[in-house]
C-alpha cells in the first residue's frame, strides 16, 4: 500500500530522542504488525511508537500536532470496524505498554487502570477481592480497557450490568495538542459541567486519547447458573426472550444462535442438540447461591409456552464453561469455514427480534449469501453473520447491496446500525441513515473543537463528504 504520510526527519529525531530505538518503530516488519485488526483489512502506518507514560503521549502527540501529522490511538487491535487502523497513514500510538492497575479501592467500588490494561486480567486481579468490572466483550483475555472505553463495548452480561458507559467514573486523556485533561471523579455521584466522561467514553478514539480511566466496580456474584433452551423455530425464542424481560427479575444473560449457528455446532463441537431445534437461547442467572436454582427454574417454567423441544438443567462451573466455550467457538468456526465474515452487529427493540430473524432469511435466500446469526439477544443485539468469498466478484458485488438491505430492516425496525462494535471505517457511510443532518453537524462541530485539523484518528465514524 503507498504510504499517504511520511514522519519528517526532525520528528523522527525527536521521537528516537524520547522512546529510543525499540519503540518508535520504522521496519516495514514492525509496521506491518500493526497493520491489521480483526475485519481483515491492512491499513500499513508509516511509524509506531510505544508509550509506556502519560508525559511520553503528551510529547508524542504535540509533536505531531505542531507537525500536522496524522495519529491512529490502538489498544489489543481486537476491533471489528477498523477503528485502530491508520487509514489516512501518519503515526499509530500503540498505548499497550501502559498496563498498570494503579489502584484498587475496595471501601469505595473502584478501580484506577491504565488504557492498556488487559480486561480479562483486571479482572483476575479484581477477583481476589470479591469484586469485577462488567462489561465483558467475548475478546476480553486480550483487549485492553482503553479500547473497550473507545468502543464503549459490550457483551453478555450488558442486558443486567449495561455497557462500559455505564462503569466509568472518570478519565485522565490527552487532546492533540498535548494538552492534559481530566473527566469526572471517584465518587458515583457528581453533576458539576457537562458529562465529559460520556461524552469521550464510544468516541473511538477520535477526540482525545484515554491513558488512565476511574473505573466503577461491582460486586461479583456468588454463583452464575447457566440453562441450554432449544426451540423448533426462531419466532418462538425471541418471543420467549421477551417474555423472560419483562418479567420480575432479569436474566444476567441471554444468548441466540439461529438454525445455521446451531448446524455450525453439530458439526463442528460435541455439544449434543436435537435435530429439529432452530434456535437456541442460553439463559443465566447470577446471584447469591440461595434460591438461585428456583429462579432459573421459575424462568424456565415460564416460557414453556413457547414449546420449547428441550432444556437443560441449570448448571454452573465446568458444565456452564463448556457451553459458553462452544458458543465462542462459532466465530472462529466461522473464519475457518468461509474466507472472509463480514461481521455486523446490529441491534433491535427485543420485541422485533422475531421480525429482524425473519427479515434476515429473507435477505440470505434471495441473495444467496449465507448469513449466521448469534448474540446478546437480552439487549437485542444480534451478529449477523455474512460468509463470502473474496475471490469471486459476483459474490463480492452482491455484498453491498445485502448489507443496504440488513441496514434497512433494522433501522425499518426502530434499532441501530451498531450494538457494540462501533463504526470505525466500516459503517461510516451509513451513519446518516440513522442520525439526522442536524446531529451529524453538531457532531463533526465537536470533533473541531477537540480536533481543529482533523489529526486524531481520522477517517473515522463520520461520513466521507
Known amino acids: 500500500m503507498k504510504r499517504m504520510t511520511v514522519i519528517p526527519e526532525p520528528v523522527a529525531g525527536e521521537l528516537t ?28 502506518p508509516d511509524a509506531v511508537v510505544l508509550a509506556q507514560t502519560r508525559e511520553e503521549v503528551c510529547a508524542i502527540l504535540r509533536l505531531c500536532h505542531d507537525h500536522r501529522i496524522k495519529v491512529t490511538p490502538r489498544g489489543a487491535g481486537t476491533g471489528n470496524v477498523g ?33 492498556g490494561v488487559v480486561n480479562g486480567d483486571l479482572q483476575t486481579k479484581l477477583d ?20 473497550n472505553v473507545a468502543m464503549c463495548s459490550a457483551g453478555p452480561g450488558a442486558v443486567r450490568w449495561g455497557v462500559t458507559r455505564d462503569w466509568v467514573l472518570g478519565l ?60 423448533p423455530s426462531v419466532e418462538m425464542a ?7 424481560l ?27 442438540l436435537p435435530a429439529q431445534a432452530r434456535a437456541m437461547l442460553l439463559l443465566e442467572v447470577a446471584g447469591g447461591v440461595s434460591g438461585l436454582k428456583e429462579l432459573a427454574l421459575e424462568m424456565i417454567e415460564g416460557i414453556q409456552r413457547f414449546k420449547p423441544l428441550e432444556w437443560s438443567p441449570p448448571v454452573d462451573g465446568s458444565e456452564a464453561a463448556s457451553v459458553w466455550a462452544a458458543r465462542s467457538a462459532l466465530s472462529p468456526i466461522l473464519k475457518k469455514l468461509a474466507p472472509k465474515r463480514i461481521n455486523e452487529d446490529v441491534v433491535v427493540p427485543v420485541s422485533r427480534l422475531p421480525l429482524l430473524m425473519t427479515g434476515l432469511a429473507r435477505i440470505s435466500d434471495e441473495s444467496k449469501i449465507p448469513i449466521v446469526n448469534f448474540g446478546h439477544a437480552g439487549n437485542g443485539n444480534i451478529h449477523v453473520n455474512l460468509l463470502v468469498d473474496p475471490r469471486d466478484p459476483a459474490i463480492m458485488g452482491r455484498v453491498p447491496g445485502v448489507l443496504d438491505r440488513v441496514f434497512r430492516l433494522v433501522l425499518d425496525l426502530d434499532g441501530s446500525l451498531s450494538g457494540e462494535h462501533g463504526v470505525g471505517t466500516q459503517k461510516r457511510d451509513h451513519i446518516a441513515w440513522e ?27 463520520w461520513p466521507r463528504s
Not at 129 to 147: A, H, K, V
Request: net charge positive; glycine share 8%.
Open 17 to 44: 530522542s524520547l522512546l529510543g530505538r525499540e519503540r518508535f518503530l520504522t521496519s516495514a516488519a514492525d509496521r506491518e504488525s500493526y497493520a491489521w485488526d480483526n475485519t481483515g483489512n491492512r491499513f500499513v
Open 83 to 115: 477503528g485502530a487502523l491508520a487509514v489516512e497513514g501518519g503515526l499509530l500510538l500503540s498505548l499497550q505498554r501502559m498496563n498498570r492497575i494503579v489502584e484498587i479501592s475496595v471501601p469505595d467500588r473502584f478501580a484506577v487502570v491504565e488504557a
Open 128 to 147: 481476589a477481592y470479591g469484586l469485577f468490572w462488567p462489561p465483558d466483550p467475548s475478546s476480553s483475555r486480550t483487549c485492553t480497557i482503553g479500547g
Open 172 to 231: 485522565e486523556a490527552v487532546l492533540i495538542d498535548g494538552t492534559q485533561i481530566r473527566t469526572g471523579g471517584r465518587t458515583t455521584k457528581g453533576v458539576v459541567g457537562l458529562d465529559m466522561t460520556r461524552l469521550l467514553v464510544g468516541s473511538e478514539g477520535t477526540l482525545a486519547v484515554v491513558t488512565r480511566a476511574i473505573l466503577k466496580l461491582a460486586s461479583k456474584p456468588e454463583q452464575r447458573l447457566l440453562s441450554r433452551i432449544s426451540f
Open 238 to 244: 425471541a418471543a420467549a426472550v421477551s417474555h423472560l
Open 246 to 272: 419483562s418479567a420480575r427479575q432479569s436474566p444476567s444473560a441471554i444468548e441466540f444462535l439461529d438454525g445455521s449457528a446451531l448446524d455450525l455446532l453439530r458439526r463442528e463441537t460435541t455439544l449434543a
Open 435 to 461: 442520525l439526522d443532518q442536524a446531529c451529524l453537524n453538531l457532531q463533526r462541530e465537536i470533533k473541531k473543537v477537540f480536533d481543529p485539523m482533523g489529526l486524531l484518528n481520522p477517517g473515522k465514524v
